[in-house]
Structure formats: structure tokens, C-alpha cells
């Protein structure tokens, strides 16, 4: 079992829409060539393939900031999305039966796309004055 955890951002494109999209099959840049010989390395022609295997059987995506998606989902397989218990994330898996032999794409759908927006966070407080400052020096 491997386990994998990816925290990042996801760009929006010019009509609203993130795309979040996980690959499946990774090509090799080099491999060594028909011959025997090993130490000569050449580029791979065509792409890998995968064979007798079971593929990815389980996936979960969390997408923060749910009351401002209107819609998460996937040309590309069957998914499920559920609130989360705080009902502050929507969970995205696969449908049951569902395997990933080929990429994820997974399309998420903003309400205002658009819309400016600012974060505030918390400075560090000085231990003289106690006061908040976005610098700690």
C-alpha cells in the first residue's frame, strides 16, 4: 500500500474553472536499449504500459472553502462528493468499482470566480510592544 498527500493550490483558468488532473501512467525519460547491454541509455519510444495490475482503488480529494463551489466533477470517471463532517470541505472519491487506469481529471466549479478577494492573516507580536507586525525582527 502506498500512501501520497499533496496540499497545493489550484490555478483558476480564464472562465472560472479549476482543474485538478492526477496522472496515471509516468514515462520514463531513458531506458536502456533492446540489447543486452545496460550501460548505453536511450530515450523510450511510445509510452509505458501497464499491465496486470489493479490500478488505483482508492482516492479522496478535499476541496476547502465548500460553500463557495457550485459543482465538482469528472469527465473522465464516476465520482462521489460528500459535504465533510464540519461541512467546510466537499470529499471527493471515486464511485464504487471504480479503478484509475487512466488520468484523473477532476473540474472544479467556483461561485464567483471572479470575485476579488483578500486574506488577513495574524502578524507576529514583538515581545517589547505586544502589538502585531507582519515582520519579526
Known sequence: EIQLQMVSEI???A???LRFSLPTTLKSRYSPPQTSAVDVLSPVQGDVESRNLTGVQQFQLRVHDASNISDVNSQTH???VTPSEEMEALIVT???GQNLFSDLVIQISHKSPHAST???EAGVA???EKTPTLLNH
Do not use: H, N, T
Open 11 to 13: 490555478p483558476i483558468d
Open 15 to 17: 472562465e472560472g474553472m
Open 126 to 128: 514583538l515581545e517589547k
Open 94 to 96: 471515486l464511485a464504487e
Open 118 to 120: 483578500a486574506i488577513v
Open 78 to 80: 464516476s465520482i462521489v
